[in-house]
């Protein structure tokens, strides 16, 4: 592409960009589209010449954009929170420019100082000791599968060498996490070997966190059968409720029987940049390992996740292997990223976040996320002012649980009734929610975390489930 044409398209684009940035409330947040409808409106054949890029162009608004959920929309309160903005955007673009490899300190300085530039701020925001190393990741999935990784190094058993197959002193292997715990713990148990039978779900309490006296009894039971508890994962922020296990009990037991102690954080990590939320950390110095996720609260987009760890030798232990072409990159006292992980190629993620969290500052972060709490606070006081719905956990950090509720019918109706509830509001395209288990029961929930979000949207979306509500209970 000539420089002249280069430049006109990404003009085109910037303004396309921002175009949909600003006018996105506009749009229906869901997709318009039937599965295959995408695929239908694309050729199936690779294309033989080149096509004009004013006809790429064109087909993005046509072809693309149909099939798109809107996760920007200031009424998408689904899943987690998460948020492009200007600074971000300018970051991503600047990264695909640049299009390096964060592979080695030689492959690109830049891209591995600042990954451990930002690295180092996150870490002061949200007050971990300096005993704690970070990588970054693409999501949490991947961290915890890392760290789950060194903890089996830690064991002594050489499995990096020797593997788990074919040997006799290899002994079961135990995993321990709440009920509430994210699957990615099953996903990592399969990759490495456990087995997701040898992932132990604890029964969680009245407000959804682990219950110590469970996970201790669990942990005694499977030490008298002769199996191996190696690890805990206590999560801060849980998927449903963003409830906060007890960390600082779950590491005394931990701490007992010599098991390592990883911290999902990914959703409720942040929270403790704020002065009122770092009881979400209460106990972490004594983990060995924790995940966040900047792209769910921190305003970095889509992916960026953070692992920080206490003795990065073991990831080393585990993935360092640099073959002969890499040697002379690898050279010298830099660090290497890619020793601390099973990915070679790595995209300079750090970019992004670091013009993110410089154009917004600290105390903009603070702001943005203390405005999220306040938001979620007050439309789980809407629930409340109804006597037709409940909430169904404590309202946590930016997410609200509850369900509409009904003596007069059973248990099976009044589910179909929530679970209704949500597929008409989304069905609208000005709101979207997603709906959970919570104690064998269904319920709503909506994650505040986008920074277009205001008060006005929540007070819309609950005038739908009240509408939505009143005409399922009569029908």
Same mark, same amino acid.
């Given at each position: ?304 996740? +953070?692992?920080?760890?206490? /003795? ?5 232990? !585990?993935?360092? *292997?640099?073959? @002969?072409?890499?040697? %002379? $990159? ?105 709906? +959970?288990?919570?104690?064998? /029961? ?5 994650? !505040?975390?986008? *920074?277009?979000? @205001?008060?006005?949207? %929540? $007070? ?16």
């Amino acid at each position: 592409m000539p420089p002249a044409s280069l430049r006109e398209h990404l003009h085109r684009v910037a303004d396309w960009a921002a175009d949909y940035r600003e006018n996105i409330e506009q749009r229906s947040i869901s997709p318009s589209v039937e599965p295959g409808e995408v695929t239908s409106l694309t050729s199936s054949a690779v294309p033989e010449k080149a096509e004009p890029m004013n006809r790429i162009l064109a087909d993005l608004e046509a072809v693309v954009l149909p099939g798109v959920l809107h996760w920007g929309h200031p009424g998408f309160v689904a899943y987690f929170g998460t948020t492009s903005n200007g600074p971000a955007l300018i970051g991503e673009i600047a990264a695909a420019a640049l299009n390096v490899s964060a592979m080695t300190w030689r492959t690109s300085p830049a891209a591995t100082e600042l990954e451990t530039v930002v690295l180092s701020w996150i870490r002061q925001m949200v007050g971990l000791p300096d005993s704690f190393t970070g990588v970054v990741y693409d999501t949490a999935s991947t961290g915890v599968l890392h760290a789950l990784a060194a903890a089996r190094e830690a064991r002594g058993l050489d499995i990096r060498r020797r593997g788990m197959t074919g040997r006799t002193d290899v002994p079961r292997y135990r995993l321990y996490s709440s009920d509430q715990a994210h699957s990615s713990l099953e996903k990592a148990a399969i990759v490495l070997g456990f087995g997701e039978e040898n992932v132990v779900r604890i029964r969680s309490d009245r407000d959804f966190r682990m219950d110590v006296e469970q996970l201790r009894a669990a942990v005694d039971a499977d030490v008298r059968k002769g199996f191996l508890p190696f690890a805990v994962v206590a999560t801060v922020g849980t998927t449903s409720t963003a409830s906060v296990d007890p960390v600082r009990a779950i590491s005394d037991v931990c701490r007992g029987h010599d098991m390592w102690l990883h911290i999902d954080a990914a959703y409720g990590g942040p929270m403790a940049i704020l002065p009122e939320g770092r009881y979400v950390l209460d106990g972490a110095e004594n983990a060995d390992s924790i995940v966040m996720n900047p792209h769910k609260w921190l305003f970095v987009p889509l992916d960026f996740s +953070t692992l920080y760890i206490r /003795r990065p030798e073991l990831l080393r232990e !585990v993935f360092s *292997l640099t073959r @002969e072409y890499l040697k %002379l $990159d690898a050279s010298g006292g830099a660090i290497n990223y890619m020793d601390y992980s099973y990915q070679l190629g790595r995209r300079f993620r750090a970019l992004k976040a670091w013009m993110t969290f410089r154009a917004f500052g600290r105390s903009g972060l603070e702001s943005r996320i203390r405005e999220n709490c306040r938001l979620a606070a007050h439309f789980a006081n809407l629930v409340r002012s109804r006597s037709s719905f409940e909430l169904a956990a404590p309202q946590s950090m930016g997410i609200v649980a509850f369900r509409f509720v009904s003596e007069g019918l059973d248990a099976e109706t009044v589910d179909r009734i929530n679970e209704g509830i949500v597929e008409t509001v989304n069905h609208t395209g000005r709101a979207y929610m997603t709906h +959970t288990n919570l104690d064998g /029961r269904v319920a709503m929930r909506i994650g !505040v975390g986008n *920074l277009l979000t @205001e008060e006005r949207h %929540l $007070d819309d979306l609950w005038a739908q489930i009240t509408r939505a509500a009143e005409i399922a209970s009569h029908t």
